[in-house]
């Protein structure tokens, strides 16, 4: 796949970890975006895009949450084998939910097992830095690639008080360092969420693994967005957020015709019967 470019490839085979090196190397960007279902997951697969995330936001964009700390690891098993199922060339990446892999290493490799064995993911993601470099070379140890996840990383949302920026002054220094510990423990890239964007670039230069923004400004390997936010339909998207679709409101029109056709009985009608 290195003598094509990632995004819209046609290898005839996965997008793989190697891939997104040699994309960082060539210095060519890429998107990613999340996928929670076997339709959408096929959608983003025939639009090229190379790698697809089940975030734990699915707790809320699924599930219904107000945050991602209820979902729990039996709740995204299916959602991660259906992307799978509904994908053909996309790295598939599952999120660890909360509470699945901070207490051990061996807790995070138990957690990671389950979506490699049962649910065919293809990578994972967990979130913080140094402290859970442990789990990162254990995991990759034993053959299970890891996305890392710094800045704003929404399971600590309690400890950080609300969704606000991270990194911003000495704490710039901290996550840098996080970062590079997270390259030693053999992360094959980080995300990271709204950091200032100097920040973002900063990391980027640093680091040989490819890094992933999300609120992070134009300077990272890679860009990803949450696919409700990206085509309209959550109500009250981040600043980061670029909307390229209104399906919200295609949706709302959509149901409103048919609930108008079928009160009025003018639908069905006799082309969508059968005799």
């Given at each position: 796949m290195?003598s094509?470019?990632?995004?819209?490839g046609?290898?005839?085979r996965?997008?793989?970890?190697?891939d997104?090196?040699a994309a960082k190397?060539?210095?060519?960007?890429w998107p990613m975006?999340?996928a929670?279902d076997?339709m959408?997951a096929?959608?983003?697969?025939?639009?090229g895009?190379?790698?697809?995330?089940v975030?734990?936001?699915?707790?809320?964009v699924v599930?219904g949450?107000?945050?991602t700390?209820?979902?729990?690891v039996?709740d995204l098993?299916?959602?991660?084998?259906?992307?799978?199922?509904?994908?053909?060339?996309?790295?598939?990446?599952?999120?660890?939910p909360?509470?699945?892999?901070?207490?051990?290493?061996?807790?995070?490799?138990?957690?990671?097992a389950?979506?490699?064995?049962?649910a065919?993911?293809?990578?994972?993601?967990?979130e913080?830095g140094r402290?859970i470099?442990?789990?990162?070379?254990?995991?990759v140890?034993?053959?299970?690639p890891?996305?890392?996840?710094l800045?704003l990383?929404?399971q600590?949302?309690?400890?950080f008080?609300?969704?606000?920026v991270?990194?911003?002054?000495?704490?710039?220094d901290e996550?840098m360092?996080?970062?590079?510990d997270?390259?030693?423990?053999?992360?094959f890239?980080?995300?990271?969420?709204?950091?200032?964007?100097?920040l973002?670039?900063?990391?980027?230069?640093?680091l040989?693994?490819?890094?992933?923004?999300?609120g992070a400004g134009?300077?990272?390997?890679?860009?990803?967005l949450?696919?409700?936010d990206?085509?309209?339909?959550?109500?009250r998207?981040?600043?980061?957020?670029k909307?390229?679709?209104?399906?919200?409101?295609?949706?709302?029109?959509?149901?409103?015709?048919?609930?108008?056709?079928v009160?009025?009985?003018?639908f069905?009608?006799?082309e969508?019967?059968y005799?």
């Amino acid at each position: 796949m290195s003598s094509t470019t990632l995004y819209g490839g046609a290898s005839g085979r996965r997008v793989t970890v190697r891939d997104l090196a040699a994309a960082k190397q060539r210095g060519e960007r890429w998107p990613m975006v999340t996928a929670y279902d076997a339709m959408t997951a096929r959608v983003f697969d025939a639009a090229g895009i190379p790698v697809l995330l089940v975030g734990d936001s699915a707790a809320m964009v699924v599930y219904g949450y107000d945050s991602t700390l209820p979902v729990t690891v039996d709740d995204l098993l299916p959602l991660t084998a259906a992307v799978v199922r509904g994908s053909s060339r996309a790295l598939v990446v599952a999120d660890l939910p909360f509470g699945s892999y901070q207490t051990s290493p061996g807790q995070a490799l138990e957690s990671a097992a389950r979506f490699m064995k049962e649910a065919g993911a293809h990578a994972v993601k967990l979130e913080g830095g140094r402290r859970i470099a442990p789990q990162v070379e254990a995991l990759v140890s034993a053959g299970v690639p890891v996305m890392a996840h710094l800045g704003l990383t929404p399971q600590s949302v309690n400890v950080f008080g609300g969704y606000r920026v991270q990194g911003r002054g000495a704490a710039g220094d901290e996550l840098m360092a996080d970062a590079k510990d997270l390259q030693r423990a053999g992360a094959f890239s980080v995300v990271l969420e709204c950091v200032p964007a100097d920040l973002a670039e900063r990391v980027t230069a640093s680091l040989d693994i490819p890094t992933v923004g999300i609120g992070a400004g134009p300077a990272t390997d890679a860009q990803v967005l949450v696919w409700q936010d990206m085509v309209g339909l959550t109500p009250r998207p981040a600043r980061f957020v670029k909307r390229y679709a209104d399906l919200g409101a295609d949706l709302d029109r959509a149901a409103r015709a048919f609930a108008a056709d079928v009160v009025s009985g003018s639908f069905p009608g006799p082309e969508h019967a059968y005799t």
